[in-house]
């Protein structure tokens, strides 16, 4: 399936790209060879052969869960001008 130009003027016109018309035969250029990269890429056999997520076989490095800052949550909040349980408190702009 090959684009022509009214397909191409079409797909930027749902996309709301603004083409030249000196652009749109380079972009159905460039869409037609992406179209025949994927039906060669249809054409690859794959029975047998699980999809990967990574095609490296390698795991994750997870570090060490520990707390490595402690809360100062008490000191910031002496600068507010109201605090309570932990909260700041604000004045209420919608009535």
């Known amino acids: 399936m090959?684009?022509?130009?009214?397909n191409v003027e079409a797909i930027a016109h749902l996309a709301r790209l603004g083409l030249d018309?000196?652009?749109?035969?380079?972009?159905?250029?460039s869409l037609n060879q992406i179209i025949g990269l994927l039906k060669t890429m249809q054409g690859v056999d794959t029975t047998g052969i699980e999809p990967l997520?990574?095609?490296?076989?390698?795991?994750?490095?997870?570090?060490?869960?520990?707390v490595t800052e402690h809360n100062h949550r008490d000191e910031y909040q002496q600068l507010a001008p109201a605090t309570a349980e932990g909260l700041y408190l604000v004045p209420q702009v919608i009535e």
């Open 21 to 29: 018309d000196s652009e749109i035969a380079p972009a159905t250029a």
């Open 2 to 6: 090959a684009l022509e130009r009214s």
């Open 53 to 66: 997520a990574n095609p490296l076989e390698i795991t994750q490095r997870l570090r060490a869960d520990i």
